[in-house]
């Protein structure tokens, strides 16, 4: 009898050891994955993990660079360069736009299809997450298409600015001379545009939450969990691309490159 609960002990001590190995072992794991596919791409997204690494050039500078001890063909080549990228830009500039402008107009069917339903008026005000989540999609891409705006028109001012320095060793001062004191810019009603449908969805946010959320949780469409878990994963992205991954910085680049095995027949 004694030796059979001697043994029924060490065989409880020994389950309990590989238990608690194994549970061990299972958080390790859990927690690897969470630093390094959870925690970690969390962090990237919302911190800025390069810091530029750009020097200030002068004017005489710039000269140097681009201008003195080069051949005419040099300069032609290099105003020819800027003058086609900015161009590029610009044609990016409106391609993006065009497809912003369905975005808005999509979002802003959805919306007033969702609002104008039979089944949405007849649902208790909890059910009308779908409603919110349009809302959400609308803000989203008018955010992202007015800071793609400021970004988009960076790159094309910088080309621009190139051919102004370079265009007096070419053609002469064409570009940096105009006929008119004063007139409108069309990029920048654009993004005028772009910043007011912006305002128009936080409205319609704030709206939604005075009409159909409160909270009291013991209230008729009171605390609605999903309506707050889409609230914090919008405020998320919209921190990662004012603060965070969407800030653009002219960081220091570590190039490294790998010669592939490569064997003829």
Known sequence: ????????????????????TALKKTVKSTWYYIYYFGIYEILFLFVEKEKDALQKLTDNEYREIFIKGRTKEQIQMSYQKAWEAKNFEIDLYWRRATYFWAFQIASFAGYFTVLNSKQFEENNPKDHVILYFVVCIGFITAL???LINQGSKTWQRHWEIHVDMLEDEITGPLYKIVTTAKTYSVSKINDLVSRFFTCVWILLAIHYFGNYITFNPYSNGGLNWIVILISIIVLFFVGSMQWGYGRGRFGERVVRFYS????PQ
Do not use: G, I, P, T
């Open 260 to 263: 592939r095995k490569f064997k």
């Open 144 to 146: 992202a298409w007015a």
């Open 1 to 20: 009898m004694e030796f059979e609960k001697r043994r029924k002990l060490l065989n409880y001590r020994r389950k309990k050891s590989e238990s608690f």
